[in-house]
């Protein structure tokens, strides 16, 4: 049956018509005007797809020539000539004029899946998503003209269950319903953007769609409820419902998930709870000590390695790049076999490290006689294919599949202490420098585009944010800069706030990293984490450890940004939550270190893994590297199975004290 209502404002809604439609189900439909009358078309398990007068109810077009149910209908049309894509279970599609002459296209969705199509809001780029009996989830963008797909977008999980849903917002955004989940990608970008889980309780494959603005996004949750997920705008436009009378006035929702750059976090559309700005209490947090907590493996090395100065995972997530001090790289891949069906990382399969037959590793550029400290530094093309890396020498290109060194640059002084490829173009690069500047440099053209000056001391982090069109730069003198892409000028500046009175040691480097929503920054030095609003820059999030506790090394947001994993000296790595800065999960070096190693050994650097968001990786100052995961029966970290206590009476170990503080906006500078 096909039910039209007619609705009058407010909560006026009357029924209009009841249509007996389609033998069976009626599996889509969608609004058309073909004809300057407002229609409705339908499609079902009858194979056929229908046209009915929205006024009369009457029917206009039966369409025929599907071989198998037909599950989805989009209409459109393009310089006034209206059509329609049908899809059918069997992972066909077509495309229909309202001509009555059958359908005009005829080919098959990417692995034969049932798929649903849709343009973006401009009419001018077609996608399509599907999945296969097999569970395999294909979502693409297609060339219309030729009846080609164009782009694969990455992420998905294979699952039985259901049929990937999908939407698009404002041309530049695509979501999916997989996984328990919604994901999202920048149409540009074929890399998995931000995973949200709507606070959880959403069925494997639920169903999505967003309002024609963008701002909201509805969810189809388990218990026959509707999530609404809303960005800033989308908040405000719901306070606007909220003062009429239909709409029962609720509070702001607690976890707003971003889903582009117009949207904050949580922090910025509720109240600070109590909870928020107490110190973190004993009992609040999951204490990691013994192996048999989590699951924890140790990368195997043939040769002796100094200190990991840089880690990161590739994009594709199936392997693991790091840095020593001693300027050479080391690259483990994990095999896709029987035990590893993805192919992804994980502590379930020991990795291999990567050697050509060549026997040649890949390594950096080192002056000879340099008594100052090397500073590693590296970043990765989007494509997995090329990496950029320093050790105090030149600067070297690097490809990923023979790691032939392919090129070098820009031999020092100043000496490079931070890469970053240019969102949009791999052939431009940030390079910070320990002369406190920041070089915009074109490797095609080789040439310096820009000189960036504003830092007093070395460089030490750099971050794009495609959405606002900005570079960010930190320092050594716990400056934050923001830098216009357009023309490369100064647009901003701010100080990090001093945490709780301690002063920064000299190793303090401020490291940065965009938040999935490309608004929010994390900063880290030694004595603080912090989060950032760029778009004023204002601190809205800061969490001081406390005097006692060791200084933390690194700190990075997991591939969701729901979580900041944190590296300290004294070996612990801490799990927070980056809504609150909460300290979720504390994992003691005793959990993971051989009583023999060195009480002096401890993690300098934290990758986490891209679709993973519980994955992290960790390198040690013995040059050693161990990936951690969650036991998989509990899957998160703020919830692991607990050792039994030997001695009934022996206390608890009792977090250091940390203070998390909702922090004054700082005077910005210039």
């Known amino acids: 049956m096909l039910q039209l209502y007619t609705y009058f404002g407010g909560n006026d809604v009357r029924h209009h018509l009841e249509i007996d439609s389609h033998v069976g189900s009626v599996n889509d439909l969608a609004f058309c005007n073909p004809s300057k009358q407002l229609s409705v078309i339908t499609c079902g398990d009858d194979k056929t ?28 049309y393009k310089e006034n000539v209206h059509f329609f894509f049908s899809t059918s279970v ?45 569970g395999e989830s294909h979502m693409v963008e297609w060339n219309e003209n030729e009846g080609t797909v164009k782009r694969t977008y990455q992420g998905f999980y294979k699952r039985y269950l259901g049929v990937v849903q999908f939407d698009t917002a404002k041309n530049r955004f695509l979501a999916a319903g997989d996984d328990y989940s919604i994901k999202f990608w920048d149409m540009e970008n074929c890399i998995l953007l931000l995973t949200v889980d709507a606070e959880g309780g959403l069925p494997a494959s639920p169903r999505i769609r967003f309002n024609k603005e963008g ?57 600070k709870s109590t909870e928020e700005v107490n110190p973190v209490r004993a009992g609040q947090l999951t204490e990691i000590s013994t192996p048999a907590q989590f699951r924890a493996l140790k990368l195997s090395a043939r040769f002796q390695t100094d200190r990991i100065g840089r880690l990161i995972y590739t994009n594709s997530g199936n392997a693991l790049l790091a840095l020593a001090f001693n300027a050479i790289h080391l690259l483990w891949k994990w095999p896709q076999n029987d035990l590893n069906l993805s192919g992804k990382a994980t502590t379930k399969i020991t990795p291999q490290l990567v050697q050509p037959a060549s026997g040649i590793l890949m390594t950096n550029h080192l002056i000879e006689g340099n008594s100052v400290e090397t500073v590693p530094c590296f970043a990765l093309s989007k494509n997995d294919s090329y990496i950029m890396s320093a050790s105090g020498g030149k600067i070297s290109l690097f490809n990923m599949m023979s790691f032939k060194k392919m090129i070098t640059f820009m031999s020092p002084p100043p000496v490079a202490t931070y890469l970053a490829f ?15 500047t920041v070089y915009i440099y074109n490797v095609r053209l080789d040439e310096v585009k820009s000189k960036l000056k504003g830092h007093s001391k070395k460089v030490t982090g750099l971050a794009f944010s495609h959405l606002l069109n900005i570079l960010v730069s930190s320092g050594a003198d716990a400056q934050i800069i923001v830098w216009d892409l357009n023309n490369w000028e100064r647009k901003n500046g701010c100080f990090l706030q001093t945490a709780a009175g301690r002063t920064p040691t000299a190793r303090s480097d401020t490291q940065i990293q965009f938040q999935q929503d490309q608004t929010h920054l994390l900063a ?106 969650p036991i998989e029966s509990e899957g998160k970290w703020d919830v692991v199975p607990q050792p039994q206590r030997i001695e009934s009476g022996s206390a608890s170990t009792i977090a250091p004290q940390s203070a998390v503080s909702d922090q004054p906006k700082p005077q910005p500078q210039g």
């Open 422 to 436: 240019h969102p949009q173009d791999n052939n431009i690069i940030a390079i910070g420098m320990d002369d406190s």
């Open 215 to 271: 701002s909201l996004l509805a969810v189809s949750a388990n218990e026959n409820k509707i999530k609404i997920l809303a960005t800033v705008d989308g908040l405000r436009l719901m306070r606007t419902y909220e003062t009429h009378s239909h709409i029962a006035p609720r509070p702001p929702p607690s976890d707003a998930p971003a889903m582009n750059g117009d949207s904050k976090k949580s922090e910025d559309t509720r109240a």
């Open 524 to 629: 880290v030095n030694s004595t603080q984490l912090a989060i950032y609003d760029v778009r004023k820059l204002e601190c809205i999030k800061q969490l001081a450890i406390g005097e006692s506790s060791a200084r933390i090394t690194h700190g990075i947001f997991s591939c969701d940004s729901q979580l900041v994993c944190t590296s300290f000296m004294d070996g612990t790595v801490r799990i927070f939550s980056s809504s609150n800065l909460q300290l979720q999960c504390q994992i003691s070096p005793t959990a993971y270190l051989a009583s023999d190693v060195s009480p002096t050994v401890h993690p300098l650097a934290v990758a986490a893994h891209p679709q993973e968001p519980n994955q992290f990786a960790i390198g040690l100052t013995d040059g050693s590297v161990y990936v951690f995961e």
């Open 90 to 134: 069997d992972g066909k599609i077509k495309a229909w004029l309202y001509d009555m002459m059958g359908s005009r296209v005829d080919y098959h969705a990417p692995g034969r899946s049932c798929a649903t199509m849709a343009y973006s809001a401009d009419g001018k780029r077609l996608f399509s998503c599907g999945t296969t009996k097999e």
């Open 49 to 76: 797809i229908k046209v009915w007068d929205v006024g009369t109810g009457v029917k206009l077009y039966t369409f025929e020539g599907h071989e198998a149910a037909v599950h989805s209908v989009c209409p459109h």
